[in-house]
C-alpha cells in the first residue's frame, strides 16, 4: 500500500512537471525590454559596421528601430502587430548581397549572445529570419 501511494505521487510529481508551461521564445528573448536592447545593440554594431552602414544612409533610424522592435515582438510570439512594410518592399533598390546579409546576422548573434540569450532561443529567432533572405537579397 504504501509502495502504491509513492508510485502515485511520482506519478502526479511527473504529470505536474510536464505541465509547468515553457517559457516561449518572447520571454527567452526577455520580452518588449530585451528585444529593445537586442535591437539597440544591433543598430550600434549597423553604425559601427563600414561594410553595411552606408545601406542606411537616408534611414529614418528612429523608425526603423521602431519597426524592427515591433516584427521582432510579433515574430517571437510576443503581443506585437508589426506595421511596416512588406520585407521586400523595404528592401527594394538597396541590391543587398549575401555578404550584408550575413553581417546583419553575425552582428544579431554577438548581440544576443552579449545579452546571455539562451542558445536554443538564439537558433529559434534565427531560424524565424532565415527564410526572409530571399525577400532581402538582390533587389
Ligand atoms: C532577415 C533579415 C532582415 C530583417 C528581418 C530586416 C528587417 C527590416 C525592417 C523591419 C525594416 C523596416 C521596414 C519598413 O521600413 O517599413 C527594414 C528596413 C531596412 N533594412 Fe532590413 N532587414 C533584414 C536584412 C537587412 C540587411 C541584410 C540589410 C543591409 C545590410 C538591411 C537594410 C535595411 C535598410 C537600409 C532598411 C531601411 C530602408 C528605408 O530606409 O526605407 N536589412 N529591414
Do not use: W
Not at 515553457?22 to 561594410?51: C, F, M, R
Not at 553581417?103 to 546571455?116: D, T
Amino acid at each position: 500500500m504504501k509502495s502504491l501511494l509513492i508510485l502515485l505521487s511520482m506519478a502526479l510529481l511527473l504529470v505536474a512537471c510536464n505541465q509547468t508551461p515553457k517559457p516561449n521564445l518572447y520571454q527567452q528573448l526577455g520580452e518588449e525590454a530585451g528585444i529593445t536592447a537586442l535591437t539597440d545593440h544591433l543598430l550600434h554594431q549597423i553604425e559601427h559596421d563600414p561594410l553595411i552602414v552606408h545601406h542606411f544612409r537616408d534611414t529614418d533610424i528612429p523608425r526603423f528601430r521602431r519597426l524592427l522592435i515591433e516584427q521582432l515582438c510579433e515574430l517571437s510570439g510576443g503581443p506585437c502587430v508589426y506595421s511596416g512594410a512588406t520585407m521586400e518592399e523595404s528592401h527594394t533598390g538597396l541590391n543587398l548581397n549575401t555578404r550584408d546579409f550575413d553581417r546583419l546576422v553575425n552582428h544579431l548573434i554577438s548581440a544576443m549572445q552579449q545579452q546571455g540569450i539562451p542558445y536554443g532561443a538564439q537558433n529559434q529567432l534565427l531560424a524565424l529570419l532565415a527564410p526572409m533572405y530571399p525577400e532581402v537579397i538582390g533587389r
